[in-house]
């Protein structure tokens, strides 16, 4: 914490300023990047002027707000930038930010389900109970292969000719699997 001896102002850090007020380095931070609060050649705010900028522009927690509060403001001939039009006190606050987001977010919502009213949305469980029949289906069939070609394939000394009963085995389970997917859609 400095203070200048000639005029007895407190002058703070950015970091030193948030834990004074009670708000977050980033929202200090943000009022210098906006030039909203200005530092000496030292890095140092005026906190009298940020308890100022704080109270004017920023809706700080309820909190801080009150703390704020109960601590006298400079004289307003003391803040005032004459530079400064009067459009600039328009202010942006978070309630305004968290009041768009949320109407953005109502919107999105709003066109899900009229996609969905509108049969435009693919319906994920339908899609995987679906997947999960076809799946099922297809293991089942896979598994009755080797009972039904057992007996031929014992018998059978060329791999070839083994080779053969397998591939013509999977192509008849799949063209099944195939016939009976049409059937399903059909």
Known sequence: MASNPLTN?????????ARELGVSRQAVHELVKRGILSKDANGLIDVEMAKVALLNRVHPSSKTA???????????EATAKPDEPEAAN?????????????????????RIKLAEM???????????????ARIAS??????????????VLAAETNLAAVTQLLEDELRQALAELSRDDAARTA
Do not use: F, M, N
Request: hydrophobic share 45%; charged share 15%.
């Open 9 to 17: 102002i407190q002058r703070l850090t950015e970091s030193g300023l």
């Open 66 to 76: 009150a703390a704020l509060a109960q601590q006298p403001a400079p004289p307003a």
């Open 90 to 110: 328009t202010e942006i606050t978070s309630y305004h930010v968290a009041k768009t987001l949320r109407e953005a977010a109502e919107a999105q919502i709003a």
């Open 118 to 132: 509108q049969g435009e949305v693919i319906q994920t469980s339908a899609v995987r109970a679906t997947w999960a």
């Open 138 to 151: 297809t293991r089942d069939a896979l598994l009755q292969i080797p009972s039904r070609l057992a007996p």
